[in-house]
């Protein structure tokens, strides 16, 4: 079964940056959109930002002109550019993947912290 793997988590100061990557470990064909949700302890899982099969992408308010979402097709590769973190950007992030067929893939999640 075709798995989500994510990179690039970690502690990180208030003000730093990170990139979060995400792949599949194997073949997904027919992908619509991608896109990167977070939840933090005690609270729901929100949508952070999405990009869709042509390129528009949509960002929560709260991580707007901080994040950058982008799409690699040719690794099939979607990253999550994080400027400016802010502590209560802590949370754990996780991808996940829709197809046209509306069947959604999720990683496993990792962890971000933005210590202040």
């Known amino acids: 079964q075709v798995q989500l793997v994510e990179a690039g988590g970690g502690l990180v100061q208030a003000g730093g940056s990170l990139r979060l990557s995400c792949a599949p470990s194997g073949s997904i064909i027919s992908i619509n959109a991608t896109g990167w949700y977070r939840q933090a302890p005690g609270k729901q899982r929100e949508l952070v930002a999405t990009?869709?099969?042509?390129?528009?992408?949509n960002y929560a308010d709260s991580v707007k002109g901080r994040f950058t979402i982008s799409r690699d097709n040719a690794k099939n590769t979607v990253y999550l550019q994080m400027n400016s973190l802010k502590p209560e950007d802590t949370a754990v992030y996780y991808c996940t993947i829709r197809t046209l067929l509306r069947r959604d893939y999720w990683g496993q999640g990792t962890q971000v912290t933005g210590s202040s």
């Open positions: 990009i869709t099969r042509g390129g528009s992408t």
